[in-house]
């Protein structure tokens, strides 16, 4: 069993920057492929971005391209999705997940565990 807690998060002006980090207990970290998802109010969950559990692969959404970046620190066991140029529409909850040895995927079904989230609150 995998458990996940997110950190990170919090209130900032539009075009700050935070960094979220997700660590990981419980299992072998460098087998699992990391996701990042959100979800705002009164929206479904929409993926963020994903690192693969070898090879450093990663995959954003449009969305995020050129602000966000996904990462991950096996040494650590934790995950980390820097956030730059915020905008007020990436206020969300802010959830990670694990898959054990996923490639890289948006879906959100297909991830295994996921932490409790922590909120990314971005004033205009």
């Known amino acids: 069993q995998v458990q996940l807690v997110e950190s990170g998060g919090g209130l900032v002006q539009a075009g700050g920057s935070l960094r979220l980090s997700c660590a990981a207990s419980?299992?072998?970290?460098?087998?699992?492929?990391m996701g990042w998802f959100r979800q705002a109010p009164g929206k479904q969950r929409e993926f963020v971005a994903t690192?693969?559990?070898?090879?450093?692969?990663?995959m954003h959404a449009d969305s995020v391209k050129g602000r966000f970046i996904i990462s991950r620190d096996n040494a650590k066991n934790t995950a980390y999705l820097q956030m730059y140029s915020l905008k007020p529409e990436d206020t969300a909850v802010y959830y990670c997940?694990?898959?054990?040895?996923?490639?890289?995927?948006?879906?959100?079904?297909?991830?295994?565990?996921w932490g409790q989230g922590t909120q990314v609150t971005v004033s205009s």
């Open positions: 997940a694990a898959g054990r040895r996923l490639d890289t995927t948006f879906d959100s079904n297909e991830y295994d565990y």
């Open positions: 690192i693969r559990w070898t090879g450093g692969i990663t």
């Open positions: 419980g299992g072998t970290f460098s087998m699992y492929t």
